[in-house]
């Protein structure tokens, strides 16, 4: 989700869902946890 360093290893998302009617994503990491997120501008059109 956040790359703090350059070390090498997985820095990335585990799953992504952008399927709710409100129009946020769930987004999870695997040492970061779960994060919902509200796209803005024309993100998703």
Do not use: C, H
């Amino acid at each position: 989700m956040y790359p703090q360093n350059d070390n090498p290893g997985f820095g990335g998302t585990w799953s992504n869902y952008p399927y709710y009617d409100q129009g946020v994503v769930a987004v999870s990491s695997g040492d970061r946890g779960l994060f919902i997120l509200k796209p803005r501008g024309n993100a998703g059109r």
